[in-house]
T-cell receptor
Framework: SQTIHQWPATLVQPVGSPLSLECTVE??????LYWYRQAAGRGLQLLFY??????ISSEVPQNLSASRPQDRQFILSSKKLLLSDSGFYLC????????????FGPGTRLTVL | DAKTTQPTSMDCAEGRAANLPCNHS???????VYWYRQIHSQGPQYIIH???NNETNEMASLIITEDRKSSTLILPHATLRDTAVYYC????????????FGAGTRLTVKP
Protein backbone atom coordinates (compact mmCIF):
# COMPACT_ATOMS: atom_id res chain seq x y z
CA SER A 1 0.00 0.00 0.00
CA GLN A 2 1.03 3.59 -0.52
CA THR A 3 2.02 5.93 2.26
CA ILE A 4 3.06 9.53 2.34
CA HIS A 5 5.29 11.08 4.97
CA GLN A 6 5.89 14.66 5.91
CA TRP A 7 8.24 16.15 8.45
CA PRO A 8 8.49 17.90 10.70
CA ALA A 9 4.96 17.83 12.06
CA THR A 10 5.30 21.27 13.64
CA LEU A 11 7.86 24.00 13.21
CA VAL A 12 8.39 27.43 14.74
CA GLN A 13 10.80 29.65 12.87
CA PRO A 14 11.85 33.30 13.15
CA VAL A 15 11.22 35.75 10.34
CA GLY A 16 14.08 35.73 7.86
CA SER A 17 15.19 32.18 8.61
CA PRO A 18 15.35 29.45 5.93
CA LEU A 19 12.84 26.65 5.55
CA SER A 20 12.99 23.09 4.33
CA LEU A 21 9.99 20.78 4.49
CA GLU A 22 10.28 17.27 3.16
CA CYS A 23 7.73 14.89 1.75
CA THR A 24 8.29 11.31 0.65
CA VAL A 25 5.96 8.76 -0.87
CA GLU A 26 6.23 4.99 -0.60
CA UNK A 27 4.58 2.22 -2.53
CA UNK A 28 4.13 3.93 -5.87
CA UNK A 29 6.32 5.11 -8.71
CA UNK A 30 6.29 8.26 -10.82
CA UNK A 31 3.54 9.95 -8.82
CA UNK A 32 2.38 13.50 -9.35
CA LEU A 33 3.37 15.46 -6.26
CA TYR A 34 1.82 18.60 -4.80
CA TRP A 35 2.42 21.19 -2.11
CA TYR A 36 -0.56 23.02 -0.63
CA ARG A 37 -0.86 25.64 2.07
CA GLN A 38 -3.86 26.17 4.29
CA ALA A 39 -4.13 29.40 6.25
CA ALA A 40 -6.18 29.32 9.43
CA GLY A 41 -9.90 28.89 8.70
CA ARG A 42 -9.42 28.79 4.94
CA GLY A 43 -9.36 26.25 2.13
CA LEU A 44 -6.28 24.79 0.53
CA GLN A 45 -4.12 26.79 -1.83
CA LEU A 46 -2.07 24.90 -4.40
CA LEU A 47 1.54 26.09 -4.30
CA PHE A 48 3.53 23.71 -6.51
CA TYR A 49 3.05 20.52 -8.42
CA UNK A 50 5.43 18.14 -10.12
CA UNK A 51 4.86 15.48 -12.75
CA UNK A 52 8.42 14.13 -12.64
CA UNK A 53 11.95 14.49 -11.30
CA UNK A 54 13.17 18.04 -11.70
CA UNK A 55 9.83 19.21 -13.12
CA ILE A 56 8.19 21.87 -10.95
CA SER A 57 5.25 24.11 -11.75
CA SER A 58 4.52 27.10 -9.54
CA GLU A 59 0.98 28.24 -9.02
CA VAL A 60 1.44 31.26 -6.78
CA PRO A 61 4.26 33.85 -6.91
CA GLN A 62 5.95 33.92 -3.52
CA ASN A 63 9.21 33.48 -1.71
CA LEU A 64 8.82 29.71 -1.59
CA SER A 65 10.36 27.19 -3.97
CA ALA A 66 10.03 23.46 -4.51
CA SER A 67 12.33 20.75 -5.73
CA ARG A 68 12.00 17.10 -6.64
CA PRO A 69 15.44 15.52 -6.44
CA GLN A 70 14.09 11.97 -6.53
CA ASP A 71 10.99 10.32 -7.94
CA ARG A 72 9.22 10.08 -4.60
CA GLN A 73 10.71 13.05 -2.77
CA PHE A 74 9.32 16.57 -2.81
CA ILE A 75 10.88 19.45 -0.90
CA LEU A 76 9.46 22.86 -0.08
CA SER A 77 12.00 25.57 0.69
CA SER A 78 12.45 29.21 1.44
CA LYS A 79 15.59 31.29 1.84
CA LYS A 80 13.90 33.85 4.10
CA LEU A 81 10.59 33.25 5.79
CA LEU A 82 7.93 35.93 6.11
CA LEU A 83 5.24 36.21 8.75
CA SER A 84 2.68 35.49 6.04
CA ASP A 85 4.28 32.09 5.40
CA SER A 86 2.70 30.74 8.57
CA GLY A 87 0.18 28.01 7.88
CA PHE A 88 -0.51 24.34 7.50
CA TYR A 89 1.53 22.81 4.67
CA LEU A 90 0.29 19.68 3.02
CA CYS A 91 2.00 17.40 0.57
CA UNK A 92 -0.08 15.16 -1.67
CA UNK A 93 0.47 12.60 -4.37
CA UNK A 94 -1.77 11.58 -7.21
CA UNK A 95 -1.86 9.02 -9.97
CA UNK A 96 -1.49 9.93 -13.60
CA UNK A 97 -4.81 8.76 -15.03
CA UNK A 98 -8.35 9.92 -15.61
CA UNK A 99 -10.47 11.12 -12.72
CA UNK A 100 -8.10 10.10 -9.99
CA UNK A 101 -7.95 11.32 -6.42
CA UNK A 102 -5.08 12.80 -4.44
CA UNK A 103 -3.74 11.40 -1.20
CA PHE A 104 -2.55 13.80 1.45
CA GLY A 105 0.16 13.60 4.04
CA PRO A 106 -0.32 14.51 7.71
CA GLY A 107 0.86 18.09 7.18
CA THR A 108 3.37 20.44 8.76
CA ARG A 109 2.16 23.30 10.90
CA LEU A 110 4.55 26.22 10.44
CA THR A 111 4.53 29.26 12.67
CA VAL A 112 6.73 32.18 11.71
CA LEU A 113 7.39 34.61 14.56
CA ASP B 1 -12.15 24.57 -13.56
CA ALA B 2 -15.78 25.15 -12.57
CA LYS B 3 -16.47 27.04 -9.36
CA THR B 4 -18.36 25.32 -6.57
CA THR B 5 -20.71 26.71 -3.93
CA GLN B 6 -21.27 24.97 -0.62
CA PRO B 7 -23.04 26.00 2.58
CA THR B 8 -20.64 27.26 5.21
CA SER B 9 -21.84 24.91 7.92
CA MET B 10 -24.34 22.15 8.67
CA ASP B 11 -25.37 20.10 11.67
CA CYS B 12 -26.47 16.49 11.71
CA ALA B 13 -27.69 14.18 14.45
CA GLU B 14 -25.60 11.12 15.15
CA GLY B 15 -26.95 8.06 13.35
CA ARG B 16 -28.88 10.08 10.83
CA ALA B 17 -27.96 10.65 7.20
CA ALA B 18 -25.91 13.73 6.44
CA ASN B 19 -26.68 15.29 3.07
CA LEU B 20 -24.12 17.83 1.93
CA PRO B 21 -25.04 19.85 -1.17
CA CYS B 22 -22.75 21.40 -3.73
CA ASN B 23 -23.62 23.66 -6.65
CA HIS B 24 -21.42 23.65 -9.73
CA SER B 25 -23.62 25.27 -12.35
CA UNK B 26 -20.74 26.06 -14.72
CA UNK B 27 -19.46 22.50 -14.87
CA UNK B 28 -18.36 21.32 -18.28
CA UNK B 29 -18.78 17.89 -19.79
CA UNK B 30 -15.30 16.62 -18.99
CA UNK B 31 -15.15 17.79 -15.39
CA UNK B 32 -15.34 15.39 -12.49
CA VAL B 33 -16.93 16.04 -9.10
CA TYR B 34 -14.72 15.17 -6.12
CA TRP B 35 -15.41 15.17 -2.41
CA TYR B 36 -12.79 15.34 0.28
CA ARG B 37 -12.99 15.96 3.99
CA GLN B 38 -10.57 17.36 6.51
CA ILE B 39 -10.71 16.59 10.17
CA HIS B 40 -9.17 19.27 12.34
CA SER B 41 -5.37 19.49 12.05
CA GLN B 42 -5.14 16.57 9.64
CA GLY B 43 -4.60 16.32 5.91
CA PRO B 44 -7.63 16.04 3.62
CA GLN B 45 -9.06 12.60 3.04
CA TYR B 46 -10.48 11.48 -0.26
CA ILE B 47 -14.11 10.36 -0.05
CA ILE B 48 -15.56 9.79 -3.49
CA HIS B 49 -15.72 11.15 -7.01
CA UNK B 50 -17.93 10.84 -10.09
CA UNK B 51 -18.54 12.13 -13.58
CA UNK B 52 -22.16 11.49 -14.50
CA ASN B 53 -23.50 8.48 -12.67
CA ASN B 54 -24.22 8.21 -8.98
CA GLU B 55 -21.44 6.54 -7.05
CA THR B 56 -21.27 4.64 -3.78
CA ASN B 57 -18.39 3.32 -1.74
CA GLU B 58 -17.83 2.23 1.82
CA MET B 59 -17.73 5.81 3.05
CA ALA B 60 -20.47 7.64 1.21
CA SER B 61 -22.75 8.03 -1.79
CA LEU B 62 -22.52 10.73 -4.41
CA ILE B 63 -25.66 11.85 -6.19
CA ILE B 64 -25.14 13.98 -9.29
CA THR B 65 -28.14 15.65 -10.90
CA GLU B 66 -28.94 14.83 -14.49
CA ASP B 67 -27.81 18.25 -15.71
CA ARG B 68 -24.67 17.86 -13.53
CA LYS B 69 -25.08 21.36 -12.12
CA SER B 70 -25.26 20.15 -8.55
CA SER B 71 -24.43 17.15 -6.43
CA THR B 72 -25.03 15.80 -2.95
CA LEU B 73 -22.70 13.83 -0.76
CA ILE B 74 -24.56 11.45 1.53
CA LEU B 75 -23.09 9.96 4.68
CA PRO B 76 -25.75 7.33 5.43
CA HIS B 77 -25.24 6.99 9.17
CA ALA B 78 -23.23 9.90 10.49
CA THR B 79 -21.01 9.38 13.52
CA LEU B 80 -19.23 11.86 15.73
CA ARG B 81 -16.02 11.01 13.87
CA ASP B 82 -17.56 12.38 10.67
CA THR B 83 -17.34 15.91 12.07
CA ALA B 84 -15.07 17.66 9.59
CA VAL B 85 -14.89 20.22 6.79
CA TYR B 86 -16.17 18.72 3.55
CA TYR B 87 -14.84 20.01 0.25
CA CYS B 88 -16.60 19.70 -3.08
CA UNK B 89 -14.23 20.12 -6.00
CA UNK B 90 -14.95 20.16 -9.70
CA UNK B 91 -12.12 19.81 -12.12
CA UNK B 92 -10.97 18.58 -15.43
CA UNK B 93 -8.45 15.82 -15.29
CA UNK B 94 -5.45 17.51 -16.87
CA UNK B 95 -2.00 16.03 -16.91
CA UNK B 96 -1.01 18.04 -13.89
CA UNK B 97 -3.88 16.65 -11.83
CA UNK B 98 -4.01 19.68 -9.55
CA UNK B 99 -6.88 20.08 -7.11
CA UNK B 100 -8.20 23.49 -6.05
CA PHE B 101 -10.05 23.59 -2.76
CA GLY B 102 -12.58 26.19 -1.63
CA ALA B 103 -13.80 26.93 1.86
CA GLY B 104 -15.94 23.79 2.17
CA THR B 105 -18.82 22.92 4.52
CA ARG B 106 -18.15 22.44 8.20
CA LEU B 107 -20.28 19.45 9.24
CA THR B 108 -20.90 19.00 12.94
CA VAL B 109 -22.37 15.67 14.01
CA LYS B 110 -24.12 16.02 17.34
CA PRO B 111 -25.00 13.24 19.81
Amino acid sequence: SQTIHQWPATLVQPVGSPLSLECTVEGTSNPNLYWYRQAAGRGLQLLFYSVGIGQISSEVPQNLSASRPQDRQFILSSKKLLLSDSGFYLCAWGRLAGGNEQFFGPGTRLTVL
Amino acid sequence: DAKTTQPTSMDCAEGRAANLPCNHSTISGNEYVYWYRQIHSQGPQYIIHGLKNNETNEMASLIITEDRKSSTLILPHATLRDTAVYYCIVRVDPLNNDMRFGAGTRLTVKP
